[in-house]
């Protein structure tokens, strides 16, 4: 939002419209968690407490289903996902590597997995289902197979480069 901070009102306008788009029916709960996520990047915890209101359900209820399928998120994802893959197939081809590259070069230590700016989450991941194109990764919906340490920097600094040139238009 250019920097504007949001007032609560605006910040509650998405998940009014989610919720009415699915005609508050507690049945499409998994739905409208989904369509949350994708417009908050993760689910925030009051946001889950107005779903569970709108739709007359308990936050429980909301709540379990939101921890109960891993597609779901609590905490606040980048823009970007970066998803690595160390699986025994990446492990061995170097996907270590390609993880401490990614977190040094995001700046990312401990077990912080995002990024100051909400840009970018490093996530590892067990299995992406591409072994011979071990190791990969994948940023957002793209599949970079027999990725490099140098291959893995570059797609990082090629999105920081856009962000940067979309931020000064």
């Known amino acids: 939002m250019s920097g504007i901070p949001q007032t609560e009102a605006q910040h509650f306008n998405a998940v009014i419209s989610i919720v009415d788009r699915y005609g508050q029916d507690p049945a499409k709960l998994i739905s409208i968690l989904q369509a949350v996520q ?6 925030p915890e009051e946001i889950m407490t107005y779903v569970a209101t709108a739709l007359d359900i308990s936050p429980a209820k909301v709540y379990g289903v939101a921890t109960f399928y ?10 970007y996902v970066v998803k690595v893959c160390d699986g ?3 492990h061995v081809k170097g996907s270590a590597e390609l993880i401490t590259a990614l977190r040094k070069e995001l700046g990312l230590d401990g077990k912080k997995k995002t990024t100051n700016d ?10 992406l289902g591409a072994c011979g194109l071990a190791p990969a990764m994948v940023v957002g919906e793209d599949v970079h197979g027999l990725a490099t340490v140098e291959d893995a920097l570059a797609i990082v600094k090629e999105l920081k480069a856009k962000e940067a040139a979309n931020v000064s238009h």
């Open 88 to 90: 025994t197939a990446c």
């Open 38 to 43: 994708d417009e908050y990047r993760y689910l």
């Open 70 to 79: 891993g597609h779901f998120s609590l905490e606040a994802k980048g823009k």
């Open 118 to 127: 909400l840009l970018f989450t490093l996530e590892t991941v067990s299995c």
